[in-house]
Nanobody
């Protein structure tokens, strides 16, 4: 079992920055690929970013590429999402998720094993 707890969400204005954190506990953190997903009200869950178990590879959704950066600190069992140049369309609940490292990282939320409770990000225009 992996317990994930997100933090760092809030209400910001267009163009502002936020950094989300996701603290993990329970299993060996460095054995898991870590992803960030988001879900806006009335919409499907959307892939945001993923980082491989050892941090060597990262992938981003098209809508956040060049604005968001995912990183991890395996010594602190934490994954981060630095969000810059925020837009109103970034408004959503952001979730971190863990997938055991048995193959390359995936952007498919259905293939993740553990999820956090989510943190709300609201970007006002």
């Amino acid at each position: 079992q992996v317990l994930l707890v997100e933090s760092g969400g809030g209400l910001v204005q267009t163009g502002d920055s936020l950094r989300l954190s996701c603290a993990a506990s329970g299993r060996t953190f460095s054995n898991y690929h870590m992803g960030w997903f988001r879900q806006a009200q009335g919409k499907e869950r959307e892939f945001v970013a993923v980082i491989s178990a050892r941090g060597a590879s990262t992938y981003y959704g098209d809508s956040v590429k060049d604005r968001f950066t995912i990183s991890r600190d395996n010594a602190r069992n934490t994954v981060y999402l630095q969000m810059n140049s925020l837009k109103p369309e970034d408004t959503a609940v952001y979730y971190c998720a863990a997938r055991y490292n048995i193959e390359t990282p995936t952007t498919d939320w259905r293939r993740y094993d553990y999820w956090g409770q989510g943190t709300q990000v609201t970007v006002s225009s």
